[in-house]
C-alpha cells in the first residue's frame, strides 16, 4: 500500500495544523492506520493509532485531548488533527498502516516554535 502524507508546516506555538494521509491501495483498508512521529535524536512513536473499523482509537498521552484521528473510509484518508501545539511536537510524521508488511508514508515536517 502507498502512503502519500500532506500538511504539516510551521506554525507558532499554541496554534493548529493537521496532517493528511491518501491510502492508495485496491482493498478496503481493513488494517489499522495511524501516525508516528520522529524528531532528531530519538526513537519513532506512535502517536495516534485508529483501528481498522475506525472504532478503536489510541493516543499518545502527551498529545491527548490535543490531537484527533480520523478515518475517511470512502476516500480512504487518515487525518491528524493537532491543536495546541507544543514545541515538543516538532517532529516528522509519518503515516502508517498495518499491512503485511508495514507501510509507512515518506513523512512530513512539523515545526513548532516556542
Known amino acids: 500500500v502507498q502512503l502519500v502524507e500532506s500538511g504539516g508546516g510551521l506554525v507558532q506555538a499554541g496554534g493548529s495544523l493537521n496532517v493528511s494521509c491518501v491510502a492508495f491501495?485496491?482493498?478496503?483498508?481493513?488494517?489499522?492506520m495511524g501516525w508516528y512521529r520522529q524528531s532528531p535524536g530519538k526513537g519513532r512513536e506512535a502517536v495516534a493509532i485508529?483501528?481498522?473499523?475506525?472504532?478503536?482509537?489510541i493516543y499518545l498521552d502527551s498529545v491527548k485531548g490535543r490531537f484527533t484521528i480520523s478515518r475517511d473510509f470512502t476516500k480512504k484518508t487518515v487525518h491528524l488533527q493537532m491543536n495546541s501545539l507544543k514545541p515538543e511536537d516538532a517532529a516528522t510524521y509519518y503515516c502508517?498502516?498495518?499491512?503485511?508488511?508495514?507501510?509507512w508514508g515518506q513523512g512530513i515536517q512539523v515545526t513548532v516554535s516556542s
Open positions: 502508517y498502516a498495518d499491512t503485511a508488511p508495514s507501510s
Open positions: 485508529s483501528g481498522w473499523d475506525g472504532e478503536r482509537i
Open positions: 491501495d485496491d482493498g478496503s483498508m481493513v488494517y489499522d
